[in-house]
């Protein structure tokens, strides 16, 4: 994981992680079920050892942003 990585893209990865995985179009008829489901979910991952595959690189960013910045004029912005 790189150095510098907010702990906040880390949740919010886990957070989608778990709703696609946990549930992904079903719903839960009770809080218990919600419950057990999630204890399940959270165990496998768990015994597994997932992580997270970092795929965005400083350099990649870089040539993204170059790129994004490139459509606007010198002296605007995309705002207004």
Known sequence: MPKRRSWLDQAEIEISLFSRQCFGQR?????????????????????????IDWQFTRRKARLENATSVSHFPTG???VG
């Open 76 to 78: 605007t912005t995309a």
């Open 27 to 51: 719903r839960m008829p009770s809080l218990s079920d919600l419950q057990r489901e999630a204890k399940a979910w959270n165990r496998k991952m768990n015994r597994n050892r997932a992580t």
